[in-house]
Nanobody, 123 residues
Framework: QVQLVESGGGLVQAGGSLRLSCAAS????????MGWFRQAPGKEREFVAG???????YYAGSMKGRVTISRDNAKNTVFLQMNSLKPEDTAVYYC?????????????????WGQGTQVTVSS
């Protein structure tokens, strides 16, 4: 059973940056696709970025161009660097893991989820 724990969220001013981390335990992430999602109050969960174990990367949504996903398989950790943050980026950010090789953008396709980390961007 893979367990995921996000960290790095917090309060930041508009235009600032944050780097989120997702650490895994109970298994190795090296064969999983890793994804970052976010959910703002009253809104549906949104796919932000995904990375396969072969380093194929896919971005989608309104954060495309402002985020960079990366992974360190040796440390069982995935990162999301977020730049030029806007108030509308305020949300809970989740990392998720799925078996297989393709990067899915739909949440139900992921097998494991972290508890989320809050990101709040002030104007």
């Amino acid at each position: 059973q893979v367990q995921l724990v996000e960290s790095g969220g917090g309060l930041v001013q508009a235009g600032g940056s944050l780097r989120l981390s997702c650490a895994a335990s109970g298994g190795t992430l090296s064969r999983y696709v890793m994804g970052w999602f976010r959910q703002a109050p009253g809104k549906e969960r949104e796919f932000v970025a995904g990375i396969s174990w072969t380093q194929v990367i896919y971005y989608a949504g309104s954060m495309k161009g402002r985020v960079t996903i990366s992974r360190d398989n040796a440390k069982n950790t995935v990162f999301l660097q977020m730049n030029s943050l806007k108030p509308e980026d305020t949300a809970v950010y989740y990392c998720a893991a799925k078996r297989g090789s393709y990067i899915a953008t739909e949440g139900p396709e992921y097998d494991y989820w972290g508890q989320g980390t809050q990101v709040t961007v002030s104007s």
